[in-house]
């Protein structure tokens, strides 16, 4: 027999204050929870999103990171002969060799420097890059004093909008055009020619980093590192672009996840033993219902669903308050050091579906958890004490 | 001596005049107690009988400064506790006054000496004077086996004892009882009335007691009927089964 | 004092919910100090940073190196006391996963610049002595399973191929904060292999006489070198972390606003529990005063009990979080301390206590309020 519905509402309406302040305490957790989980993803999507299936990245051999590689003009005429790269309706090979380095701006809030990812590319780099195009303005001229800035770096920081005069290297540059790069670190970098950029800084003229191949299909990628690394001249990496990508964002997605996980958790406990407060005195306060639906013959099962559809119905409505309260984060824009890359990264806050679900399948548990044991305590509730209370 | 005319001149331990009591249910105003009188010595045993709601508990709760009057004034030994701030009646309470309860009252998670030595704590005694007296007035009530024992593990005529041991423990100058043995079977109501008697018997305490049980009445040396907002004296209401 | 047996037996009055409050707020403290030790890992880098040593960079962008010939023409500048160098190495050691900082250091300068790293004199030696030597600080040592005489392979990064050391040293900090996850070996070592750019150094590491004279010297720096080809950018070690922690984003925001969040679910917690013990109880309040306790004596006793579900909490969320943290860091090696220091532990406490009575003030006053008749009458 299952029991009434009706004695939880009531329950639950008479006991409201402590009932609100279980349902708050478990709003806070999963709101938080959201939060953390969407932060890192947030900041491991920027990443991802920055890399193309059909690329591939080609950096000396050891190297981690483009900033710790060095391809050189003879190397990069091998990687434009191998088999697998793609060409343009021109018949121009898409590859797009690239220096990067890094430079300190001022922030446009605070004034303190901040380290900015600079890319030294040539004209082809869109094309082999086709999820970034000109936002505004116009692409720089090759051997000319011009950048285009991502979306973030124009909002970030001090003279990088559109004709504004930024400064780095030692040497000024005009900010010509905006990128989009739909939410990529692209986003959070600075390109131009990338013979100048050597010039700056006093690298040597033919010297990249890393060269960026647009493939002809992604499953090329496979033919093309054969391709590669079985010549002899070639000490290489070669790595999909998406790859490369999600790899940088290990670091600090493990260090949000890490210390997040270790904070929800704390949280957690503190939730579930405010629910299992409310739940025990939920108990307490009905010794008589509890006696008297036992002697009508209603059995332990009932009450023991009874209690536990009342504290999971209480976590869930926990729940979603705390996935509306944070709802409101998704897409706030936030910057931070990449470790990895040496430089600052922007990124939003992402709420997505499944980390809601995720929050909510969290309050289910806490529900559950903080119901269990008050409602196994109901239903074995001596009957005959309970009736002498009446 | 008892008297419920207010006319004496002086000199009773307990002096009450003009004892107004009104309360508020709704929009009605109801006169519990209207120009009440009383006067009790030293070593009376004063019964107070009366219909249910006609105010018996309230003029107890008036004499022992639980509450205070609409009106009127209440003399106790020189101390005139109406006009007594919080926190001096709180004082002049725990000094002067022994509430023995229908429901005992007693603390569960206390064991009976805790229970008694509670209004000891109060006190400037130290550890070692609190103990003496908390086991002197557990030997009056006959209860001393037993003070390492929690409520729960007593009966119902044991945890009363333990409440009349409390109300004594601190020598208080008056005890009040409401309904003491209201809660009892027949043979521990004995038992507690016999030890009440011995309290005014033996140890010459002042008792006012409020009761709806005849037996209980008839141990008290007077009996007052509360009507109609003042006592009257009546002679034969324990006799004829009083009314209830 | 004497009403302790009083308050102590009310706890237990129901077990299970002392049980559950008092763990409340050992989950709650035990939180703050996790935070407060997210918190000193992300600026404790700049509290332990020396006050009287400058870092001289490469002005264009702080991955450019400078001229090894820098070393002597800054000795020469009025004020600088000692120098030292050192060349981010990079590097991976088995796996990309095992990150360890790794340098080439200046042999003769570097141990007497960072006093605050203690190495056994015959190590030191050990590692001069020896070209292909390395010291590595405690915390890596440990964590592989390092020991002394041990050939370690790193496979170079920014340096390719693959690089073997000998370890001839292991360095301890000497205060909680330092970083003992370094892997030290010998510049000239690293300058000899190296097949491109012979003769230049990551960074610069300069003593000036005092810390007043931080600016001035630092000044002096940059102005010597200004307009060559390697301009350089001098400032303190200080302010070089704290940039650093600026960069890492608002932090102690984030920290902050968690922060606020558990306390104020706490006293929710624990002000509901203390309500409902309160209102369970009006009967015996009721008791107490006609016993003679005053209002005030009452108000202190519920508040009492507040703080006895508060400071055992609060013990027990700072111990078990000190015990985590000696631990070491959860995320692997990613964070270079993981440290609760002794004041924020304090802090914990206070706020614990503050949080006691705050969640007991509301019960205590009602109590202490309580009509005595009316709640006898409620029996």
């Not at chain 2, 079977?185 to 004995?190: M, Q, W």
């Amino acid at each position: 027999m299952a029991l009434p519905l009706i004695y939880n509402a009531r329950s639950v309406k008479v006991r409201w204050a402590s009932t609100t302040i279980a349902v708050l305490g478990i709003a806070g957790v999963v709101a938080i929870f959201v939060a953390m989980l969407s932060m890192a993803r947030g900041f491991q999507a920027t990443l991802v999103a920055s890399g193309s299936p059909a690329n591939a990245i080609v950096r000396r051999g050891g190297s981690l990171s483009e900033m710790e590689s060095a391809i050189s003009l003879d190397q990069i005429r091998v990687i434009t002969d191998t088999p697998g790269v793609m060409r343009s309706s021109e018949g121009i090979p898409l590859i797009s060799p690239e220096v990067v380095l890094v430079a300190s701006l001022p922030q446009k809030t605070t004034g303190a420097y901040a380290l900015v990812q600079v890319r030294g590319v040539s004209a082809r780099a869109l094309e082999v890059r086709e999820t970034i195009n000109i936002a505004a303005g116009r692409y720089f001229r090759p051997g000319i004093a011009e950048v285009v800035v991502g979306s973030n770096v124009a909002h970030m920081y001090r003279n990088c909008g559109l004709g504004d005069t930024a400064h780095f290297g030692g040497r000024n540059w005009t900010v010509v055009g905006i990128l989009d790069s739909g939410g990529s670190a692209f986003d959070s970098e600075i390109w131009c020619d990338a013979i100048l950029l050597n010039q700056t800084y006093s690298r040597p003229a033919s010297m990249y980093q890393a060269a960026t191949v647009k493939l002809s299909s992604p499953e090329e990628l496979f033919a093309f590192k054969q391709g590669l690394t079985s010549d002899p001249r070639m000490t290489v990496e070669v790595e999909r672009e998406v790859d490369y990508y999600e790899r940088q964002s290990q670091v600090v997605t493990t260090m949000i996840r890490v210390l997040g996980f270790l904070v929800v958790f704390i949280m957690a406990i503190g939730a579930v033993f405010g629910a299992l407060n409310t739940m025990y005195s939920a108990v307490a306060a009905r010794y008589r219902e509890i006696a008297t639906i036992r002697s009508l013959g209603f059995g332990s099962g009932s009450i023991i669903i009874s209690f536990l559809l009342e504290s999971v119905f209480i976590a869930l409505i926990g729940g979603v308050i705390g996935c509306l309260a944070v709802l409101p984060i998704n897409g706030y824009t936030a910057s931070t050091l990449n470790f990895q890359t040496f430089s600052s990264l922007a990124f939003a806050f992402r709420v997505t579906p499944d980390l809601l679900a995720e929050g909510m399948l969290f309050a289910l548990l806490m529900g559950i958890v903080g119901g269990l044991f008050p409602a196994i305590r109901a239903a074995r509730l001596p009957v005959a004490i309970a009736l002498r209370s009446l | 001596m008892v008297r419920v005319d207010g006319l004496n001149q002086g000199g009773a331990l307990i002096e009450v005049r003009s004892l107004d009591k009104t309360y508020q249910r709704g929009s009605e105003e109801i006169h519990v107690l209207q120009g009440l009188n009383l006067d009790v010595d030293e070593g009376d045993f004063v019964a107070f009988m009366g219909p249910s709601g006609s105010g018996k508990t309230t003029l107890l709760n008036l004499l022992g400064g639980l509450d205070l009057p609409s009106a009127g004034s209440i003399v106790v030994a020189g101390d005139e506790i109406t006009s007594m701030s919080g926190h001096k009646l709180a004082s002049w309470r725990a000094r002067h006054v022994g509430f023995i309860f229908q429901m005992y009252n007693l603390i569960p998670v206390l064991t009976a000496y805790q229970n008694v030595e509670l209004p000891l704590l109060l006190t400037t005694l130290s550890k070692a004077e609190r103990r003496r007296h908390v086991e002197t007035a557990l030997a009056v009530v006959d209860l001393a086996d037993r003070m390492h024992h929690y409520p729960r593990q007593l009966s119902g005529g044991q945890e009363q004892r333990v409440a009349i041991a409390r109300a004594v423990v601190t020598d208080p100058t008056f005890l009040l009882c409401d309904e003491p043995t209201g809660d009892l079977d027949r043979a521990s109501a004995e038992g507690i009335l016999d030890l009440i008697h011995q309290l005014v018997d033996k140890y010459g305490k002042t008792v006012l007691m409020v009761t709806h049980d005849p037996r209980a009445a008839e141990r008290a040396g007077v009996i007052l009927h509360l009507e109609k907002g003042v006592l009257v004296e009546c002679q034969q209401c324990g006799r004829s089964g009083g009314m209830s | 004092m004497r009403f302790f047996p009083f308050i102590v037996a009310n706890l237990f009055r129901k077990k299970t919910r002392t049980v559950l409050t008092v763990g409340s707020f050992a989950a709650a403290l035990f939180l703050f100090a996790l935070l407060a030790t997210i918190d000193t890992t992300f600026t404790g880098g700049v509290e332990v940073a020396g006050a009287d040593r400058l870092i001289v960079l490469n002005k264009t962008s702080i991955i450019q190196p400078l001229p090894i010939s820098y070393r002597d023409r800054i000795l020469q500048i009025p004020d600088v006391k000692h120098l030292t160098y050192a060349v981010w190495f990079g590097g991976m050691y088995q796996h990309e996963r095992n990150f360890i900082p790794i340098m080439a250091v200046d042999t003769e300068g570097f141990r007497s610049m960072y006093t605050e790293f203690a190495i056994p004199q015959e190590q030191w030696e050990a590692f001069v002595r020896d070209r292909e030597g390395c010291i590595v600080g405690r915390s890596t040592v440990n964590k592989y399973g390092w020991t002394l005489g041990d050939r370690i392979p790193i496979k170079g990064t920014i340096y390719p191929g693959s690089w073997e050391f000998n370890l001839r040293g292991i360095y301890d900090g000497t205060r909680a904060e330092d970083d003992t996850t370094q892997f030290w070996f010998q510049y000239p070592y690293l300058d000899e292999r190296k097949e491109f750019f012979k003769g230049v150094v990551g960074w610069y590491v300069v003593r000036v006489v005092s810390p007043d004279a931080d600016a001035r010297v630092a000044a002096a720096i940059d102005e010597r070198f200004a307009n060559s080809a390697f301009e350089t950018a001098t400032e303190s070690e200080k302010s070089f972390a704290a940039g650093f922690v600026k960069q890492v984003g608002n932090i102690r925001l984030i920290i902050v606003s968690i922060g606020s969040v558990v306390l104020f679910t706490l006293l929710l917690v624990t002000g509901s529990t203390m309500a409902m013990s309160v209102r369970e109880r009006t009967g015996e309040f009721a008791v107490l005063k006609t016993l003679g306790f005053s209002d005030l004596t009452v108000m202190f006793l519920v508040l009492a009990e507040s703080l006895m579900y508060a400071v055992p909490g609060a013990c027990i969320g700072l111990t078990l979080a000190k015990i985590f943290t000696l631990q070491g860091d959860p995320t692997g090696g990613l964070l270079p301390f993981f440290y609760l220091d002794p004041e924020r532990m304090l802090a914990g406490f206070v706020l614990a206590l503050a949080a006691g009575i705050a969640a007991g003030i509301i019960p205590a006053l009602l109590a202490m309020r309580l009509r005595i008749v009316e709640a006898l009458r409620r029996v």
